[in-house]
């Protein structure tokens, strides 16, 4: 342990005090409290904590290769994070459905619970639960008199999630039994939907009549989030119309695919046929397909394209019962590996669960996708820092996924009917995001010249990102709420692409290799991302 390993420890350490939630979360192996506090105070003293990180890691001096990696990330991460705390982002954090109303809920379910002290935590956990939302509303509060209020369609969409998730702990309760803490469980689980349908009923009556009628951010703030995100500063009138190019690009491409589907279709009418023929009906069809399809891909994977750690030979499957994302998402395996990495489905209110359009998204949640980089990561051990495996980058993260979705395609892995239209339909929505977002945060003008309305987004989200109905909704309200996030999952492929394409042209370049070595470095800021691959 170095120097700079001990600061990265030191800090994760820290962090995971101040921060018990987001600890949980990342399955961090420490001694941590039941609730993060979300007031200013609670906020005030997570930014020392970088301010004071950042200013021992100036003192210090990378004695070797890892060591200079190690500072490199974690200065830029946290100078980012700075940013972000020192533009008053704290206390407008207001984001539907991917916010921390949902980091606090899906919390309870991270922590482990198999015996009677683990259940304790998860009562502890349940019973913080509406003082963590009350410190959450100390901050808001304080956003709104200092004049930084979050956008007025963010506070009812929240309010609709809180809500929703009123009663969603009980069937976790349940699983207890009638053990001697059955009472203590019950009551916690109470008091925290309780705690929700308060939050929902201040952020409905309360904070969204004096919360932002405009939904988009501006220029500066933009550019704060989009390098929190990306770990990199952009141009983003150059993005922006990149993104429409590579949308054209893909529609293009999956009017071909359409062909296949039936000679002479048009996209619609390939979708339509697909959606009638390519699906399976009920939740446990719908798990049990999701899970051989990760468990085939680990299979298909493993010794030939990838070595894959034991530890990491599995995904669980989770159906998000209560989730209104609309999109499945990721949590890593715990820093012991106690935990397995989990893919969530939300349902979306479907029994009927189309087969052909979420192929690629079992590749990109789970593997070669998130499951592979980020279990690789924290499966690492000492070759990287701790801040290194319990940190990310989204641009450099999700920018993974996607290749991943790219290179089970170069694998020939979209085989059955329909799935490598699913696989490009998926690409053309996060070429829709780069737009969406951009557009709508900047106020630039769509090609027609027309100007981004919630309405604008959803159509093109749903006509030329091809994006399924039920997603629709939550996905333009998510890109409206957290801005310069959904450009990652294009932009960060982009960099993996360009950074793959110049090692093919290296004397004995070799796949397998360069995925074992580019995997091995663990997160990177966009910014460093080429350089750091073009050593590998």
């Given at each position: 342990?170095?120097?700079?390993?001990?600061?990265?420890?030191?800090?994760?350490t820290a962090s995971?005090?101040?921060?018990?939630v987001?600890?949980?979360?990342?399955?961090?192996?420490?001694?941590?409290?039941?609730?993060?506090?979300y007031?200013?105070?609670?906020?005030?003293a997570?930014?020392?904590l970088?301010?004071g990180t950042?200013?021992?890691?100036?003192?210090?001096t990378?004695?070797?290769?890892?060591d200079?990696?190690?500072?490199?990330?974690?200065?830029?991460?946290l100078?980012?994070?700075l940013?972000?705390?020192?533009?008053g982002?704290?206390?407008?954090?207001?984001?539907a459905?991917?916010?921390?109303?949902?980091s606090?809920r899906?919390?309870?379910?991270?922590?482990?619970?198999?015996?009677?002290d683990?259940?304790?935590?998860?009562?502890?956990?349940?019973?913080?639960?509406?003082?963590m939302?009350?410190?959450?509303r100390?901050?808001?509060?304080a956003?709104?008199?200092?004049?930084?209020?979050a956008?007025r369609?963010?506070?009812?969409?929240?309010?609709?999630?809180?809500?929703?998730?009123a009663?969603?702990?009980?069937?976790?309760?349940?699983?207890y039994?009638?053990?001697?803490?059955?009472?203590?469980?019950?009551?916690a689980?109470?008091?925290?939907?309780e705690?929700?349908a308060?939050?929902?009923?201040y952020l409905?009556?309360?904070y969204?009549?004096?919360?932002?009628?405009?939904d988009?951010?501006?220029?500066?703030?933009?550019?704060?989030?989009?390098?929190?995100?990306?770990?990199?500063d952009?141009d983003?009138?150059d993005?922006?119309?990149?993104?429409w190019?590579?949308l054209?690009?893909i529609?293009?491409?999956?009017?071909?695919?359409?062909?296949?589907v039936?000679?002479?279709?048009?996209?619609d009418?390939?979708?339509?046929?697909?959606?009638?023929?390519?699906?399976v009906?009920?939740?446990?069809?719908?798990r049990?397909?999701?899970?051989?399809?990760h468990?085939?891909?680990?299979?298909q994977?493993q010794?030939r394209?990838?070595?894959i750690?034991?530890?990491?030979?599995?995904?669980?499957?989770t159906l998000?019962t209560?989730?209104?994302?609309?999109a499945?998402y990721y949590t890593?395996p715990?820093?012991?590996?106690s935990?397995?990495?989990?893919?969530w489905w939300?349902?979306?209110g479907r029994?009927?669960?189309?087969?052909?359009?979420?192929?690629?998204t079992?590749f990109?949640?789970g593997v070669?996708?998130h499951?592979?980089?980020?279990?690789?990561t924290v499966a690492a051990?000492d070759s990287?820092?701790r801040?290194?495996?319990?940190?990310?980058v989204?641009?450099?993260?999700?920018?993974?996924?996607?290749y991943?979705e790219r290179?089970a395609d170069?694998l020939?892995?979209?085989s059955e009917?329909?799935?490598?239209?699913?696989?490009?339909?998926g690409?053309?929505?996060?070429?829709?995001?780069?737009?969406i977002?951009?557009?709508?945060?900047?106020?630039?003008?769509?090609?027609?010249?027309?100007?981004?309305?919630?309405?604008r987004a959803?159509?093109?989200?749903?006509?030329r990102?091809?994006?399924e109905?039920h997603?629709?909704?939550?996905?333009?309200?998510r890109?409206?709420?957290?801005p310069?996030q959904?450009?990652?999952y294009?932009?960060?492929?982009?960099?993996w692409?360009?950074?793959?394409?110049?090692a093919?042209?290296?004397?004995?370049?070799d796949?397998?290799?360069w995925?074992?070595?580019?995997?091995g470095?663990?997160p990177?800021?966009?910014?460093?991302?080429a350089?750091?691959?073009?050593?590998v």
């Amino acid at each position: 342990m170095t120097p700079v390993f001990d600061l990265c420890n030191e800090y994760i350490t820290a962090s995971a005090l101040l921060d018990p939630v987001a600890a949980s979360s990342r399955g961090i192996a420490a001694e941590f409290g039941a609730a993060t506090d979300y007031s200013p105070a609670g906020h005030a003293a997570r930014a020392d904590l970088i301010r004071g990180t950042l200013a021992k890691l100036t003192g210090l001096t990378a004695t070797s290769d890892a060591d200079r990696h190690a500072a490199a990330h974690l200065r830029e991460r946290l100078s980012a994070e700075l940013a972000w705390h020192e533009s008053g982002e704290p206390l407008r954090t207001l984001r539907a459905h991917f916010g921390l109303m949902g980091s606090v809920r899906d919390s309870v379910d991270l922590l482990p619970h198999t015996d009677d002290d683990q259940w304790r935590d998860v009562a502890s956990r349940l019973t913080a639960v509406p003082a963590m939302l009350e410190s959450w509303r100390a901050s808001l509060s304080a956003g709104l008199r200092q004049g930084l209020p979050a956008a007025r369609r963010q506070a009812l969409e929240a309010a609709g999630q809180a809500d929703r998730y009123a009663g969603t702990h009980d069937a976790l309760v349940a699983s207890y039994g009638d053990g001697p803490l059955a009472g203590e469980l019950t009551k916690a689980a109470a008091a925290a939907h309780e705690g929700y349908a308060e939050m929902g009923r201040y952020l409905r009556q309360e904070y969204a009549p004096k919360a932002a009628d405009a939904d988009g951010v501006g220029a500066e703030r933009y550019a704060v989030a989009s390098r929190l995100s990306l770990g990199q500063d952009i141009d983003p009138g150059d993005a922006y119309l990149w993104g429409w190019e590579e949308l054209r690009r893909i529609e293009e491409e999956m009017r071909r695919e359409a062909d296949r589907v039936r000679p002479g279709a048009s996209v619609d009418e390939a979708i339509a046929i697909l959606d009638e023929t390519e699906y399976v009906v009920g939740l446990d069809a719908y798990r049990g397909w999701l899970q051989e399809r990760h468990d085939w891909a680990i299979d298909q994977l493993q010794g030939r394209h990838f070595d894959i750690a034991e530890p990491l030979r599995t995904v669980d499957v989770t159906l998000a019962t209560s989730s209104l994302s609309g999109a499945a998402y990721y949590t890593g395996p715990s820093e012991d590996l106690s935990r397995p990495g989990r893919t969530w489905w939300p349902l979306g209110g479907r029994d009927r669960f189309s087969t052909w359009s979420e192929l690629s998204t079992v590749f990109h949640e789970g593997v070669p996708g998130h499951h592979l980089q980020i279990g690789a990561t924290v499966a690492a051990g000492d070759s990287l820092s701790r801040f290194a495996r319990l940190s990310m980058v989204s641009g450099h993260c999700e920018g993974w996924a996607l290749y991943a979705e790219r290179l089970a395609d170069e694998l020939g892995w979209f085989s059955e009917p329909g799935t490598r239209l699913g696989m490009l339909t998926g690409s053309a929505l996060r070429a829709a995001r780069v737009v969406i977002d951009i557009g709508v945060h900047l106020d630039l003008p769509l090609p027609d010249g027309s100007q981004w309305t919630f309405e604008r987004a959803c159509e093109v989200l749903r006509d030329r990102g091809r994006a399924e109905e039920h997603r629709v909704h939550a996905e333009v309200v998510r890109y409206f709420g957290w801005p310069g996030q959904a450009i990652s999952y294009k932009l960060g492929e982009r960099g993996w692409l360009a950074a793959r394409e110049e090692a093919r042209r290296r004397p004995g370049f070799d796949l397998k290799s360069w995925h074992t070595a580019a995997i091995g470095l663990g997160p990177i800021g966009l910014a460093g991302l080429a350089e750091a691959l073009r050593r590998v």
